[in-house]
């Protein structure tokens, strides 16, 4: 009985190693490449950052850097994925048979137009309805244009009690960044207290250039 236990044990362990060589020879370890590359735009003149570049149901994936650039490790047979919002999403798979161990590639991506029907928005459901809405306004009916407030007096009024818009705001912020800068490198100038003006004036007075000419 024992000797037949032994027997038994012995062949399960050839069996289940036979069959581990085989396991192994029929699903070799795939070879692992080294993925990069540089995605453009249509045109080939710009970069296009923030890429997706994944494997499908793997969880291994990058994005492209600010210049297009990627690089990734993938494995022989792969099916690598480029997505990007506004643009048509994209594939390319890797050989089984690969012999290189690195892989560079270009690829450009071209833009997801999505054309939408027209639509026109109308207030009445027909074309026939809005004309005949059209032609029952009673213009007769409508309050005159009170002309005194068109009056310049109340439109300088107006344009007085009014804030300041974003020209306005953004010139005057300006002018005073340009001022400080100035107001760095000395006092600001005042012609009445400059003596070469002062000079200036004087010698003009003797000269007779002040006088009235008629």
Do not use: H
Not at 71 to 88: C, E, N, Q, R, T
Not at 198 to 206: C, E, G, L, M, V
């Amino acid at each position: 009985m024992r000797q037949r236990l032994i027997i038994l044990i012995v062949v399960c362990i050839g069996f289940f190693g036979n069959a581990n060589d085989a396991f192994s020879q029929e699903t070799p370890e795939k070879k692992v490449v080294q993925f990069s590359g540089v995605i453009l735009n249509a045109d080939s003149t710009t970069a296009i950052p923030g890429v997706n570049i994944y494997v499908p149901r793997k969880g291994r994936g990058t994005s492209s850097n600010r210049f297009g650039y990627f690089s990734m490790p993938v494995v022989a047979g792969d099916s690598i994925v480029f997505s990007y919002i506004g643009l048509k999403r994209q594939s390319i798979k890797i050989p089984e048979d690969i012999e290189k161990e690195d892989v560079s590639y270009i690829l450009t991506m071209v833009q997801d137009e999505i054309a939408l029907q027209e639509v026109q928005v109308m207030p009445y459901p027909t074309e026939e309805e809005f004309k005949n809405a059209i032609l029952a306004v009673n213009i007769d009916a409508a309050p005159p244009l009170n002309r005194g407030n068109l009056s310049p007096q109340l439109l300088l009024r107006w344009a007085a009690d009014m804030p300041a818009s974003g020209n306005e705001n953004f010139r005057q912020f300006t002018n005073q960044q340009t001022q400080q800068t100035m107001d760095r490198y000395g006092p600001r100038p005042m012609p009445l207290l400059n003596p070469f003006a002062w000079a200036q004036f004087i010698k003009s007075i003797k000269n007779g250039d002040l006088k009235n000419k008629d």
